[in-house]
């Protein structure tokens, strides 16, 4: 056995998740042909590599078959209810930023806050006989946040990408999904509510407290916990 680092298997988190890593002496590199999700670690014994998605993330570690993890604060809060039992936040990564919130149409002059939500939504239920739709792939986070502000009157339709198109595209009323620049947010016609902030999120190493960790392994995790104090 070895210790299993779990890290994105491509895109922006994948490449900042290298640097990350080379910065602190350990080298982690894809092998085989660009298209094969095999890779390796250099400067830590005994510990492999394993490219997942970043999605993914949160299970593995949670499952156990997977040591430490690399991914977002938003995706192991999504995903794992009770994720301070399952996993153990071991340092923020300083990239991978974004803000979970929720948004409206910018036309909606008199919705600016969560209070003016659920007025609106009790409106557009009287008008059109269904309940509106806000479009996410974060159902829980979502639910979670809704049911503290007392929104009650909307129902969630589930949106894997291009989330802030739906509005536009007429398949919800509102989304609630992730932002950087706020470029796309813009682009689409949308504002965040005054309180419409859910969790601030960036790129994150997680230990999983299930897995496995004696002899050999536990060597590896204390020398890759020595290398990576900051
Ligand atoms: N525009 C962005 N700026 C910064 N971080 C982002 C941005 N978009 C997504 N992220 C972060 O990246 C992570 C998701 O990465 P990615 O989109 O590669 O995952 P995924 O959709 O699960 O991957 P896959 O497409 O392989 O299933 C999340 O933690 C998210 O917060
Ligand atoms: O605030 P911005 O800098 O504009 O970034 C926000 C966008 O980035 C993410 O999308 P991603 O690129 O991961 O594509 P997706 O829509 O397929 O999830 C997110 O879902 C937003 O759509």
Redo the contacts with the bound molecule.
């Keep these: 056995m070895s210790l299993k680092l779990g890290v994105?298997?491509?895109?922006?988190?994948?490449d900042k998740t290298f640097a990350w890593f080379a910065k602190r002496g350990i080298e982690l590199s894809r092998t085989g042909s660009d298209r094969e999700y095999a890779g390796r670690v250099d400067g830590v014994e005994n510990m492999s590599l394993v490219l997942?998605?970043?999605?993914?993330i949160p299970r593995e570690l949670a499952a156990g078959r997977i040591n430490l993890g690399v991914?977002?604060?938003?995706?192991v809060h999504e995903k794992l209810p009770l994720w301070e039992q399952q996993v153990e936040q071991i340092a923020p990564m300083g990239?991978?930023?974004?803000d979970?919130i929720l948004a409206v149409p910018r036309a909606w002059v008199d919705v600016d806050t969560l209070g003016d939500l659920d007025a609106a939504a009790a409106a557009f239920r009287a008008t059109h006989g269904h309940r509106l739709r806000i479009a996410t792939k974060y159902h829980r986070l979502v639910r979670e946040f809704l049911t503290e502000a007392g929104v009650a009157d909307y129902t969630l339709v589930d949106s894997?990408?291009a989330t802030e198109g739906t509005v536009k595209n007429e398949t919800a009323e509102a989304i609630a999904d992730?932002?950087?620049?706020g470029e796309?947010l813009r682009a689409n016609h949308l504002k965040i509510l005054s309180d419409g902030m859910m969790l601030r999120?960036?790129?994150t190493l997680w230990r999983s407290r299930v897995a496995p960790c004696r002899g050999a392994d536990r060597k590896s995790l204390d020398e890759l916990l020595d290398r990576i104090a900051l």
């Design positions: 994105p298997s491509k895109g922006r988190l994948m997942l998605s970043a999605g993914e991914t977002g604060t938003d995706l990239f991978g930023q974004a979970l894997q990408g992730i932002t950087s620049t796309t999120s960036q790129a």
